[in-house]
Structure formats: C-alpha cells, structure tokens
C-alpha cells in the first residue's frame, strides 16, 4: 500500500512567521512530488511540484525534497492570513499515467 | 489553458438512488482524466483514470463506474448510492511535463 503522510495541524504561525510542513512517502520509485493548497469548500490549487533532490524556490515558497529519507517539505516565508488553508501533500506513483497520491493535508492558520 | 466543469456543483440524494456526475475538458485534446474523491475531513482518493476513450482503470473496488464516451467528457456514476459515497467528487486533467494535476471545482455529494 502506497501511502503520503502528513500531520493533520492545525499548524498555527503568527503573520509574517515561516510555516513548515512536512511530508513523508512510501513508495521509494516515486519521481514527481507536488504541494497543493486548498481553502475551505473549494478545490485544491498546485503550488509547485520538485523533482530534484535539494531546495526548489517560487516567490515565498521553497519545496524541499529528500529521496533518500522519503521526505518532503513545504516552506513558507512571510506567512499571511490568506495562506490559512489546508495544504496537501501529493507523491507520483512509480509506473506512469501521472497518478498521484495525496496525503491528508496539513490544516494551516496564519493568525494576525 | 485547460478549464474543466464540473456539474452538478451540489447534489443531496436518498440511498439507493442512481449518481451520475459529469466532467468536460476544455483546451486540451486526449487528455488524462481522474476522478478523486475527498470524504470530509480525508485526503482525496484516486478512484478511476482514464487515458483515452472508452479506456477506464478502476483504482477502488466499490459501487462507483466511470465512462470516457467522448475525448473531453468523463462521467462518473453509480446505480445504487451507499451512505459511504458522500463526499467531494474532484475532476482532474494531467499537464505540463511535470504530470501536475489541474482539478475542476467539483460536485460535493451528500447521501441521506
């Protein structure tokens, strides 16, 4: 069984603070790992995807992805209110058609 | 760019009663097309993947069937809904290289 984990929050950070959230995956020929956001009600959104072992940077948010320990991260500088949300971690499953697996989400809130 | 409908957006229906949820891609041509559901509180979870007409790989044995009859249209139904069927029924389009998911604004479904 192909599993993503994360811990569920609520992950409270004050405004302006970095958010950490973290990731863990199970499939060892996993290639392709990506964050989504997700607000209340609504749809997931991509953030970014990583593909590289190392640090992965888009505007406030940096991806951080270990292969070796199974492990991805999502940073998240200068958090504001608005990045309140449910955040999901998604793994590609080794052997094609672009399947993902998500975890559960990380329930952020970024309080004033 | 790809958009994806999604209809219906909101749909309350008694046990045993039939589904039929509908999905259709705009901006694209032979897309893969995913249907995720999310019970409330969960991750989403991968039920059917399509990678062409009429081609339909099921990922969860359940009470759920999903049909491609035409290149950009992905439906997803069920002759008798269970209880455990309510949820958040999410669409989903592969792009780019990279294999991200684009998701459609779903149809949240409540069984009585």
């Known amino acids: 069984q192909k599993e993503v984990e994360q811990n569920s929050g609520p992950l409270s950070v004050p405004e302006g603070a970095i958010a950490s959230l973290n990731c863990t995956y199970s499939d060892r020929g996993s290639q392709s790992f990506f964050w989504y956001r997700q607000y209340s009600g609504k749809s997931p959104e991509l953030i970014m995807f990583?593909?590289?072992?190392g640090d992965k940077e888009d505007g406030r948010f940096t991806a951080q992805l270990n292969k070796a320990s199974q492990y991805v991260s999502l940073l998240i500088r200068d958090s504001q209110p608005s990045d309140s949300a449910t955040y999901l971690c998604a793994v590609g499953i080794s052997g094609g058609y672009n399947k993902l697996i998500f975890g559960a989400g990380t329930r952020l809130a970024v309080h004033p | 760019s790809q958009t994806i409908h999604q209809w219906p957006a909101t749909l309350v229906q008694p046990v045993g009663s039939p589904l039929s949820l509908e999905c259709t891609v705009e901006g694209t041509s032979n897309p893969n097309l995913y249907w995720y559901r999310q019970a409330a509180g969960r991750g989403l979870q991968l039920l059917f993947y399509?990678?062409?007409?009429?081609?339909i790989s099921s990922e969860v044995p359940q009470n759920l069937s999903a049909s491609r009859p035409q290149d950009r249209q992905f439906i997803l139904s069920s002759k008798k809904l269970l209880l455990s069927d309510s949820g958040f029924y999410l669409c989903?389009?592969?792009?780019?290289?990279?294999?991200?998911?684009?998701f459609g604004e779903g149809s949240r479904l409540t069984v009585l």
């Open positions: 399509s990678v062409g007409i009429g081609q």
């Open positions: 990583i593909y590289s072992n």
């Open positions: 989903a389009c592969s792009r780019g290289a990279a294999g991200e998911l684009f």
